[in-house]
Structures are given as C-alpha cells and as structure tokens.
C-alpha cells in the first residue's frame, strides 16, 4: 500500500471526485467508530452508493491502492484522503453575515476539523460584533480585509440576504479570497478564478415540501 | 393578470421550476423589502441568474402572466408562488437528530416561514428531549411514529451520523413520510414513491477548500 501526496494534473481530479472523496473520508470515519481496520472497495461503494469500479478509481486519483485480500485500510486511507484533501497547515475560511442562518453554520462547523475552520466572522451590526460567538471572533464588516490578510484566511462563506450577496463576494475577492460557500440564495457574478459552491436550504425543504405532496 | 391554483400536469413541473419558483419567491421578498412594487421578467431573470424567457415560462406554469408595461407585480407574484409551493394549511416536518447540526437547522427554519415549519424533533439521547429546543418541541425516537400520526406531520428531515440515516429514513417512511431532506452525508434507499434531497455542507466546505487551493 502506499499513502503520498501526488501531483495529479488538475484536469484529472474533477468536483465530483472530490465531493466522493470528502464522502468516503466520513464514511471512513464512521467505519472507525464501529472498530473496523478494513473494508473493501465494493463495502465502501454501498455505503456511498457507487460502483466499485468507481471507488477504485478515486483511489487511484489519491495513488492509494488496497491490498486484494484485506481491502482497504480504514485508518490509513483516511489519512491519503486528509493529505490530499487539506493542507499539512490547514485552511480558514471567513464567514459574513451573523444571523439565524450564520450562526447555525458557525455552530456545525465548530470543532469539526481542525484543518477547515471558520477564523473569523463579520456583520455590519455592532451588537454582534466584538465577542466571541459559537467560539468564533466576530468583527465588524469593514474590518473584513484586514482581518483576512492578517490572519491567513483564504475561503469566504455567505450567509448575508440575497440583495448583500454580490457585494460581499466583491469584498471577499477583494481581500484575496479565492472560494466561496454561498448560502445566499442568489447567483454570484464572479471571476473564473473564484470557485463557487451553492447550499440553499429553503429550496431544498420546499422541493421535498412539494414532490412529497405529488407523491413523486 | 391572474393568480389561480392550476392543475397541472406532474411531468410539465420540474424539479428545477420548483426550485427556481422557490428562488424568484425570496428574491421578490427582497424587493418588497426595497419597496419596489413590480419588476420585468429581465431584471428578475438577472437576479435569479437565469434568462428573462426562462422567468416567462416558470411564471406561465403558474398561470402567471405580467403587464408588457410594468411588469409582474411583485407581491401577487408572491402570493401566485406561495398557491403553488404552498398547500392552505402548511406543511409540517419532523426532524431526527438533536446534534451539532440539528440544532443548526431548527434554528435556521424557526418562524422562517408558517407554511412549512419544523413541528417536531427527536433524539435517542433523553437528556435533548421531553423540552422545546428553538421553539421546537423534542421527543424520544421511539415516539416518533406516533408523534407523526397525531400531529400530521409529511416531511422528515435526517441530521444523525452516516451510519444511522438508512434507519431513520425507514422509520420515517414506515411512519408515512413521503418526503425526505438528508443532511447525513450518505446515500439512502427508498421507494420511488419518496422524493429525497441531499444537503452536505462538510462536502460543499471541503470542495471549495481544494479548488480555491487549487486556483480554479
């Protein structure tokens, strides 16, 4: 077995491997709290609802290969994953807008991965600002690209209404930002060079709201 | 102009239409807010990111037609999507899994919206339940077929770890459930008959990560 950082062509490595890869490392992760050391690519193709083809393939992208009596290595592989995935000195991200729904997304993501974190929150309102809120610094807005020089952080997340969407993407890019989380349900105008990633929440319950009702 | 209820055939409404009627819903609320009172099918096409024929056609699926002169009415056009993304007497939901990530979503839905509200949570863990947490109230698991029943619930929502989200899907399908929004990063199997749709911020965070590293 082998576990290294590979310099794979970018074209190679698309948005949906990396969507499956982020995927197995969970289900790796759940893997190991049930105390098991292995798993074959075809296990872990149910549990992500793949093809074992394709669970292969990924780990090739990773050069991570399995060994055909014992199949994978939960523990070893979660850690290619996590070399491929993050970087050895992690990653931060900044989180505008500190309402009902940015407050949630601060509360999820606390703790959670100690290579992906939000740093630090921004909102225009003063009352929220200057304290710490689900264990995140919240700044005030035109602190923004101050904040995020100095602290190194390079992802941006949005969680302002439709209407302040675009200008703070702006600002973010502005400030160097070059990926961003949009919960704002609004499309960004933005740069080829920004990667954008949309979560809508509302659109989501009301799809099922609907099609429920359909019987669909 | 007109704003009816329309019969139309399931297999003219897509999942996309929906998506975007529940899109145009909240941008025209953000207009009201701006007390802006009609808006062209061009300016709302530029807001939702899409084209103003593309708007035409999702509002003729509503039997929804503007004036060539000023436009849609901004708030019968939210009535006309509210008749049809609402029922008269709301939806419920129920969600199964009083975590992190669970409490985030309670909080995020909490009096977002009277039509489709979260009407009971539940958890394994007695000491998250028998108490209101957001203004929802929670209870054991092992009530949750009756809860459903009594209080005429058709939505579930699953925020418990990747190893539980199959059981707790059969249970809500069991229970009559024929709508489901999984945030548990893992696929579920269910009828054709149950519509499900997946929301996994960790996977939208970690692909957001890479590409920004990765300049794309």
Redesign the interface.
Known sequence: MQSQRQKTP?SSVS?KT??RL??YR??LH?LL??NKKNVYSHQLAI???GTAAQVRRDMMALGYTGSPSKGYDVEKLIESIGIF???PEG?K?ALVGVG??G???L????G??PK?SIAAAFDSDTNKTGRLIHGCPCFPIHDLKKIISERGI??G?IAV???DAQSVADLMIEAG?????NFA???LHVSH?????Y??????????????????
């Open positions: 970018l948005q990396i969507g982020s995927l969970r289900l759940d709290l049930e549990l992500a609802g995935l993050d970087t990653q991200a009902n729904l407050r949630a997304i509360a999820f993501f606390s959670r991965r992906l390079e992802l997340i209404p439709a209407g930002i070059r990926g961003i989380l349900p609004v499309p060079k920004v990667h954008v990633e979560i809508d929440m509302t659109m989501a319950l009301e799809k099922v709201a609907y099609f429920a009702r359909q019987g669909l």
